[in-house]
Each structure stands twice: as structure tokens, then as C-alpha cells.
């Protein structure tokens, strides 16, 4: 009897199946390295470092990043002694681990954590069914909505923004201690003078810790069709 068609390989049709492999592998390597760890948790540990170091904890902008922050610099320090290290056992990532973080960090900008932003940046605005788009603009809007609140009942006019040393501060430390080896400092604000811009940086912090992790770190994935590692060459 005749073998079903697709579950053979054949000579011909083993090229295609290697190449959609080593796809899939480089693949899982940019999102557990760059999308996941990169994004989700090394970028918060400096909004988390810069918090404690520069706002004290009555200050109303301390106190509203404080459930967001708090556990990152703990969790970040766990995965790098641990998690991290294991990588380079079943990712195929191995050692140059450190090199991938360099070149995702080298390419991302402060407005790719804008979520209106961002999905303008990949042209997918338009896009029709595109449910993480949908979900993550409402998730903004709403967070955006609470923190300019916020900001509101903090500060009331623009200038007293400009004025404030520690907000400043926190500002000052991201960029040239936290994003400084990096190109333009990824293009985050060294300085907020206004309210408004005050809430975006803040509503972008929130959702990345939030609602950007949970889209990346509880993801269902069907394991027999992603790569983790491919331990030696293949060659059709």
C-alpha cells in the first residue's frame, strides 16, 4: 500500500525539510535570547536599578513602579547564574549568547517599547486579524489612561516635571549607565520636561514588564516544532 503523503522523506524533498529546521532553530534563538530574556527582563532590570537608586520610595512615581519592578533585579540575577549558563547545553545559541543580546540591543530603540509605535514600525497597523495587536493597543491605552492619572495628581503643570531632581535623575542613569554601551543609548530620553512624555516612558516601562512579558513568557508551543538546538551540521 502507498505511504501517506507528507509523513515521507525523500532525496527531493529533504533539502526543504532541513532548511525549514535551521529556520525554526534560529528562530527559537532570537525569541528565548533577544525577544524573551532581552526584552521581557535584562531591559526592566535597568528601569528597576535606576527606580532604587533615584527615587526615593514616597515619591509617587516610585510607589507606581514599585509592584512592577520590584522582583526583577532578583529574578534577572537567578537567570543569569542558572538559566542563562544552561543555554549554551540545548540552545544552539551556545557561547555567543552575550554576542546575540549585543546585537539585538545594538538594533532596539526606546520606540520600539511605544506599542503604537512599534506596530506602526512593522507596518502591521492594518493588518486584518491581528489579535496581539488588538489586545496590546487596548492593554496600552488602559495603562495609559491610569498613569497619565497619575501624573496628573503628581504634577501640575509641565514644569514641575523638568524641575523634579529625581525623576531626572532616573531619566539620566538609563541612559548613560544602562543603555550606554549601545548605540545612541537606543534613543531613550536622557531628560523628561513634560508631563506627557513623562507618561509614555512610564506606560512603556509597565507594559513591558507586564503585559509584553506574559505575551512572550506563557506562550503554548507545540515542542516538536521548535528547535531548540541542532547539536551537529546536516547536509542533504
Not at 532570537?30 to 526584552?39: G, M, Q
Not at 514599585?66 to 551556545?94: C, D, M, T, Y
Request: hydrophobic share 45%.
Amino acid at each position: 500500500s502507498e505511504k501517506p503523503k507528507g509523513l515521507t522523506t525523500t532525496p527531493e524533498s529533504l533539502p526543504w525539510l532541513l532548511a525549514k529546521m535551521y529556520l525554526k532553530c534560529a528562530e527559537t534563538q532570537v525569541y528565548a535570547i533577544c525577544s524573551h530574556y532581552s526584552r521581557a527582563h535584562a531591559i526592566n532590570e535597568v528601569f528597576a536599578v535606576s527606580m532604587f537608586r533615584n527615587l526615593a520610595s514616597a515619591h509617587p512615581i516610585h510607589r507606581l513602579l514599585l509592584p512592577h519592578l520590584n522582583g526583577v533585579i532578583a529574578v534577572n540575577v537567578q537567570a543569569r547564574h542558572s538559566l542563562i549558563k544552561a543555554f549554551g547545553g540545548f540552545l544552539s545559541v551556545g557561547d555567543e549568547t552575550r554576542q546575540l543580546i549585543s546585537n539585538f540591543l545594538n538594533n532596539f530603540t526606546y520606540e520600539d517599547l511605544i506599542v503604537p509605535k512599534w506596530f506602526e514600525k512593522q507596518d502591521s497597523m492594518e493588518l486584518p486579524g491581528y489579535w496581539l495587536r488588538d489586545d496590546a493597543l487596548a492593554i496600552w491605552n488602559a495603562i495609559s489612561e491610569f498613569v497619565a492619572e497619575i501624573v496628573d495628581l503628581t504634577y501640575p503643570h509641565d514644569s514641575f516635571v523638568a524641575t523634579d531632581v529625581e525623576i531626572q535623575g532616573f531619566c539620566n542613569e538609563v541612559v548613560t549607565f544602562g543603555f550606554k554601551p549601545f548605540k545612541e543609548s537606543c534613543g531613550f530620553p536622557s531628560a523628561l520636561l513634560d508631563k506627557a512624555s513623562l507618561t509614555e516612558l512610564l506606560t512603556a516601562i509597565i507594559f513591558n514588564v507586564s503585559a509584553y512579558h506574559a505575551s512572550v513568557n506563557f506562550q503554548v508551543t507545540f515542542v516538536p516544532h521548535t528547535r531548540d538546538g541542532l547539536t551537529r551540521y546536516f547536509h542533504a
